[in-house]
Every structure is written in structure tokens, then in C-alpha cells.
């Protein structure tokens, strides 16, 4: 069964430093998500990607967060100067034609990322 | 904008018991869908189950069904038979339909504890 991946599982960094990270949507989708979840709290929506630019984004991602699709398959979430509060789970969806399924309306979430940031 | 509210911050159930998860949200749209993932220890996001607001019959899915009350905007997740592996925390999402970003609003969820 096809699945949503994300690299690395686990991502500790220094606050002020960059972090990139990336996923690798299921193959022939072509809608892209992020979200996070800080610990103990809801999953909240960060941004929309489709045909190569943001659809919509959330008053979170700011000038600090980038998102980009380097090549055919991966999807990457950069946050230029890390704080303290982007500690959260990030996790990239995707969306579009699944085999077995009848609807490209539902979203397949990845294994996400939990970037600590000290 | 659209809310979604989970009343129940935990529940708990005894295996092979049947028990149901309250969810509301609030919108102003007609045409939408919501959903029903799972987050188990490993934090990984799944999908329960899905319902179109269109439809008036409830989806089901195995152990997993809905109750959709469109016009009270009630959307409520029963499983039947627990399991020991439906331990977990489950989020009610809401997905406006026809739209360029589609994103999920998410409710605060509810910790599932089934009991042996």
C-alpha cells in the first residue's frame, strides 16, 4: 500500500538555526500539506501546495517557513531562524488518487517529524 | 471559519465493548466532508473513516460508523467490539469541499483507553 514518508523522525537543532524537512508525498498525488502538532495539543494546518505554489496558508507560517518541491517526488518544509516554540510534531499529507480508493478528497498523513528545538 | 470541538477529552471502555466519541463542529459551508483519525502512541495520523455531507447514509467502516446529524452538525464515531489496539487518540476533522487549499481543521481529540 503506498504511504506518505518523512525524513528524519527525529530532529533536535539550536534555536536560530535552519532546519529543512522533508517528505515524500505518495506517488501521482498532486495536493501537499503541512501541519504540526505541538505536544498535547490539536494538529493545526500550516500550508497548501499545489501545482507548484501555496494555496493557502495559516497565519503560523510566516516569513520563517518555506515550502519547496525540489524534484518529482519530495516536498520540504524549511524554517529559516528555529524558536523555541516551533518545537512539534510536523506532518507533511498528501492528497489525489490512491489505488483502492473511490475519492482523491481524502488526506494520507506521514509518520511525522518531531523537531526539538533547544 | 470553521470549529470543530471534541467534548471528551478521554474515554475509556472495556474490551469488546462498544463505545462512541462525540464530535460537533460549526460552518457556514454545504458541501464538505469529515473524517475520523486515529493517533495511536506512535503518533502516526489515520484514517478511521470518512463521511460526505451529501450523503445521508452513514459510512461505516468495519468495527467503525457514524452518526451524522447534518443540521445538528453532530458527528459522532462508534466502535463496536473494542479492541486493546484501538488505544489511541482520535481527532474529528472537517474539510471544506471545492476548495484550493482544503485544509483539515482539527478538533482538540479524545484519548481513547480500552481496557483488557
Known amino acids: 500500500e503506498p504511504e506518505v514518508t518523512q525524513t528524519p523522525s527525529h530532529q533536535v537543532t539550536q534555536m536560530g538555526q535552519e532546519v529543512i524537512l522533508r517528505c515524500v508525498p505518495i506517488?501521482?498525488?498532486?495536493?501537499f500539506y503541512w501541519y504540526r502538532q505541538i505536544l498535547g495539543q490539536k494538529v493545526e494546518f500550516l500550508v497548501s501546495f499545489y501545482n507548484n505554489e501555496i494555496s493557502e496558508k495559516s497565519e503560523i507560517f510566516d516569513d520563517q517557513f518555506s515550502v519547496e518541491r525540489p524534484d518529482g517526488s519530495n516536498f520540504t518544509l524549511k524554517i529559516r531562524s528555529t524558536k523555541l516554540e516551533d518545537s512539534a510534531m510536523y506532518f507533511c499529507?498528501?492528497?489525489?488518487?490512491?489505488?483502492?480508493?473511490?475519492?482523491?478528497?481524502?488526506?494520507?498523513f506521514g509518520p511525522g517529524t518531531r523537531l526539538t528545538v533547544l | 471559519a470553521q470549529t470543530v470541538t471534541q467534548s471528551q477529552p478521554e474515554m475509556s471502555v472495556q474490551e469488546a465493548e462498544t463505545v462512541t466519541l462525540s464530535c460537533t463542529y460549526d460552518?457556514?459551508?454545504?458541501?464538505?466532508?469529515l473524517f475520523w483519525y486515529k493517533q495511536p502512541p506512535s503518533r502516526q495520523m489515520i484514517l478511521v473513516i470518512r463521511?460526505?455531507?451529501?450523503?445521508?447514509q452513514n459510512a461505516t467502516e468495519n468495527r467503525f460508523s457514524v452518526n451524522f446529524q447534518k443540521a445538528a452538525k453532530s458527528f459522532s464515531l462508534k466502535i463496536s467490539d473494542s479492541q486493546l489496539g484501538d488505544t489511541a487518540m482520535y481527532f474529528c476533522a472537517f474539510m471544506k469541499r471545492n476548495n484550493a487549499g482544503n485544509m483539515l481543521t482539527f478538533g482538540g481529540g479524545t484519548r481513547l483507553m480500552v481496557k483488557p
Open positions: 463521511q460526505e455531507a451529501y450523503k445521508q
Open positions: 460552518t457556514s459551508e454545504n458541501n464538505y466532508y
Open positions: 499529507a498528501s492528497r489525489g488518487w490512491t489505488s483502492g480508493s473511490a475519492s482523491t478528497d481524502t488526506q494520507y
Open positions: 506517488s501521482n498525488h498532486l495536493y
